[in-house]
C-alpha cells in the first residue's frame, strides 16, 4: 500500500455504524462504480469498516444495468454523512451538489445537534 493507513477505518457496508469511538481515526473512502468495488475492498482488506446508518440518497439513480444495493449513495453524500457523524467540518463539502438540501433534509433524524 503506497500509504500509511494505520488508525483509519474505511467507509463501507457491512461493518458497525460509525460514531463518536471513531472520531479521532482517518477515513478512507473508496470512490468508484459498483462493478469496481470489490477488488478495491480486497486491496484495503486490513482496514476496519464502518458503515453509514440507513440515510436515504438524494441522488436520482437509472442505471439499466445493475441495481445499486440498498445503502447506495453518492460519494459525496457518503462523505458529508461521515464528516456530520463524526464531528467534523462539513463547511462546502455540499455547495456543489445539485440535490444537497435535499439529502440534508432526508436523512435530518441522523444528524447531531
Known amino acids: 500500500m503506497p500509504y500509511d493507513l494505520t488508525g483509519y477505518v474505511r467507509l463501507g457496508l457491512g461493518g458497525p455504524v460509525l460514531g463518536p469511538d471513531d472520531a479521532g481515526r482517518g477515513l478512507l473512502v473508496l470512490d468508484g462504480t459498483w ?5 478495491m475492498q480486497r486491496a484495503h482488506a486490513d482496514i476496519p469498516i464502518r458503515s453509514l446508518p440507513a440515510l ?18 453518492a460519494t459525496v453524500e457518503a ?11 462539513t463547511s462546502g463539502l455540499l ?3 445539485h ?5 440534508v433534509d432526508l436523512n435530518r433524524q ?3 445537534t
Request: cysteine-free.
Open 95 to 97: 455547495d456543489h451538489y
Open 56 to 73: 436515504t440518497t438524494a441522488y436520482p439513480r437509472s442505471s439499466k444495468v445493475r441495481s445499486d444495493p440498498d445503502g447506495g449513495l
Open 35 to 39: 462493478r469496481h468495488v470489490e477488488p
Open 79 to 89: 462523505i458529508y454523512a461521515a464528516y456530520r457523524l463524526l464531528g467534523r467540518d
Open 99 to 103: 440535490w444537497a438540501a435535499e439529502f
Open 110 to 112: 441522523f444528524w447531531p
